[in-house]
């Protein structure tokens, strides 16, 4: 039976710690989190946890039996594990204050060298808003663009196409995808005209894509729109959870700016996928086949991130960095998405670590990498990733390592813009201009002339309007955050 | 806590970027600000402690230098034996060596000659030259005309300027 928890970890104590380490760490647990205080949501769970952890390691006996299956259990995941982790520090040790510090953590996940060369086999299903919007230009590109990859689609793969309005229609079924001329008479049919409804594309696009499922391949769903779904963003988010769990990852693109980035963010983020904004439907056909070709390119599908956390520890925010940027959010488990051959995924995380005092080293997490293996050795795999830091009286005065510096100094302007835009719904208009003005002198200095216009128009758009555009919201969102797509350095 | 230099944000001690404004912190990072206790600014300058080996900035022959803890900007000390630090004023007689003028040294309530720094044989010595609002060492206030020897790291407080004491290795 595998241990539920690393205790250790947990209690953020070594291994080998001896039963006055355990009594200290229990202790400061207890001051923290006492339930008898007033604690944040969660807490009093995670005081009981300790406990359990405390209770388990002070005896002797079940502690024996403890390290014996946690050590069988880990034995366990790291043999022969296909995927490889590099961790880098923003510090090389932390700080023995008396208040909390923050420390960032990249984390770099690569493929094992020695996995055999594979294609996988791609299930494709492309999801298409046809509301009124999209008539003209909108939809001949779209339509255009899907007719490209049907015509290019390798023998191996699957594709389907559907469509929706306030209803869901399948345009070309997974056995059609084949016939080209089928497929393009099809197409012809597809009008725009009627409301947005997301889940009643999505439910339908995921069905289609169950039935050419790849067990051994990458499944995955496209969604086109340029509106606002109403009343079943619920339901969306309970469908991308769903998907996840099968194995599928979806892909947002959202065309011109009325469509709601915030409801595709969190639905592709649930699946591992990201969302790719077009302001004209030109792009599209080169989307498209980019993430095709990206599809063939993976080697192991929906992987995450699992694990915990010690109780010195709180994560505060994480991001992917590569291959495609998107914030993941602030708890464990995460998507990460497909794990491409010849690249990687890259992750960093802002943590918060609460004071240590009294303490040599710390294990601040023990994560766990794990994802599906494509191709002929397919099937789950995990890579136990512990995470222990030394912990120091004296700064090194290091500058911290430059891909996490980097990262962070793009992040810094992402997180201006977001913080502009809540400042700007929630009224605080001069405070948000103003930020957007500082945003916009730093986008002048990283050379970005056309975001710092962008965003300098938005400050000015505030101040008359007393609300952003809606276009230049998406600019600022995506454009801030496609930065970090800039070559990130070696580790 | 630290505190962002440019628009006095207050973040958690190893933060790199201003939440608040995006300024970068790393400067900020060596000199937490925990409110003016002497234990904690003493603790301070322990905490922050450049390494020898980490100050190349200062200019070549310099063995001695000050930083400016707000800005970060490093003042290379060359060719004497001591120093006088002040601000000068126009139509000034005697010019202090080293001229805290730009650092807003009157709002900071510095002293026209403040304090002195001399290098002796056995170490560095700083002097209050009798200055208005007084001379700290790491928190702790100076009796003026008493030499103190103070140290690499450690945080010189004129008024209420704060620089912090870079020395390079002799040899």
Known sequence: MPPEKDYYTLLGVPRNATPEQLRRAYREAAQRLHPDKNVALGETELFLEIGQAYETLIDPASRETYDAQLSEFEAELSAESPFHVNVLHSRSALLRIDEPQVHYTLLEIRPAQDLPEIRPAVNLGIVIDRSTSMRGARMDQVRSAVLAILRDLQPTDSASVVAFDDRAEVIVSHDQARDVSTARARLSLLQAGGGTEIAQGLTLGLDELHRSYVKEGVNHLVLLTDGRTYGDEELCLELADQASNAGISINGVG????????????????????????????AVTDLLNRIYDDLAQIVAA????????????????AFRLVPEPMPLGDSLPMSLGNLPKDGFIRLLLELVIHPLLGLEEVTIANLNVSGTLLGKAAGDRQLPVPIKMDLTDDLDGKPPPEPISQALNLLSLYKLQEKAR???????????ARRLESLAT??????????????????VQLTHARRLSMEGEKTLKYGTRALLLSPPSEL | MIECPTC?????????????????????????TMGIS????????????PTMSGTPDLSTGALLGLKVVTSGELLSLVGRDNYTLGRSIEGQAVIPDVDLD????????????HAELRIAEDGVYVVDLESSNGTLVNGKRLAAQEPEPINHGDILQLGRLRLQIIAQARG
């Not at chain 2, 939440?19 to 970068?24: F, N, V, Y």
Request: one cysteine or more.
């Open chain 2, 102 to 113: 730009k650092y807003e040294a009157y709002d900071a309530g510095i002293s026209r000659m």
């Open chain 1, 302 to 317: 929906q992987m995450r991130v699992d694990g915990g956390f010690s109780q010195y520890v709180d994560l505060r925010t």
């Open chain 2, 38 to 49: 002497r234990d904690k600014l003493s603790e301070e300058a322990k905490a922050t402690r």
């Open chain 1, 442 to 459: 730093q986008l002048l200095a990283a050379g970005e002339k056309d975001l710092a216009k962008a965003a300098l128009n938005e400050a």
């Open chain 1, 422 to 432: 809540h400042e700007a719904e929630l009224g605080q208009v001069a405070q948000a």
């Open chain 1, 255 to 282: 065309i011109g700016s009325e469509w709601s980035d915030r409801l595709l963010d969190d639905l592709a983020a649930r699946t591992g996928g990201n969302v790719i904004f077009l302001n004209t439907p030109k």
């Open chain 2, 8 to 32: 006095k944000n207050r973040e958690f001690v190893g933060t790199l970027f201003c939440s608040e404004c995006g300024t970068r912190l790393v400067m900020a990072t060596q000199v937490p």
